[in-house]
């Protein structure tokens, strides 16, 4: 599946026009998943402190200048994009998500609006691309850093 991901550290206005310009390569959105990775990043600053990833049929897209869980800049932008398809989501619901969950939040998207699940099997595949290990996980790093220490 094809990835699309903005460039590191964008603000959340260029992550906004960002998801415009690309969203419809995507087809139909199915998935959103949030995941603040700051456990990971502290032990490999090439992660990103959290995840955006819209999953559509045909592409992934990957945004970090966007946010939830508190109020601010970020999870507006947030409610902003979700709000293009779901204009029933409301910016409370942004910023009363976990934003320090263990595992990634899933919305799954049905009939143009967000339901909140628990991350399937299914959707960590899907993230996982081929991989072994999903894209923050410290393992899948540790490898990375070895290898590249060997080389």
């Known amino acids: 599946m094809k990835i699309i991901k903005e460039d590191r550290d964008q603000g959340t206005v260029t992550s906004i026009e960002f ?8 087809g139909e959105i199915r998935y959103l998943i949030l995941y603040y990775a700051e456990r990971e990043w502290s ?19 990957w945004l970090f200048g966007i946010a939830w869980g508190y109020y601010g800049q970020e999870p507006s932008g947030l409610h902003e994009i979700i709000g293009m398809i779901d204009p029933e989501i409301t910016y409370k619901q942004i910023v009363d998500l976990e934003w320090m969950a263990e595992e990634p939040i899933m919305f799954e998207i049905g009939e143009s609006k967000f339901i909140l699940k628990h991350i399937t099997e299914n959707v960590k595949e899907i993230l996982r691309n081929g991989n072994r290990f999903l894209p923050w996980d410290i393992r899948n790093v540790s490898q990375r850093d070895k290898s590249e220490r060997r080389t």
């Open 19 to 26: 998801f415009k310009e690309h969203y419809k390569e995507l």
């Open 43 to 61: 032990i490999n600053h090439n992660l990103q402190h959290q995840y955006t990833i819209f999953i559509g049929e045909n592409a992934q897209l």
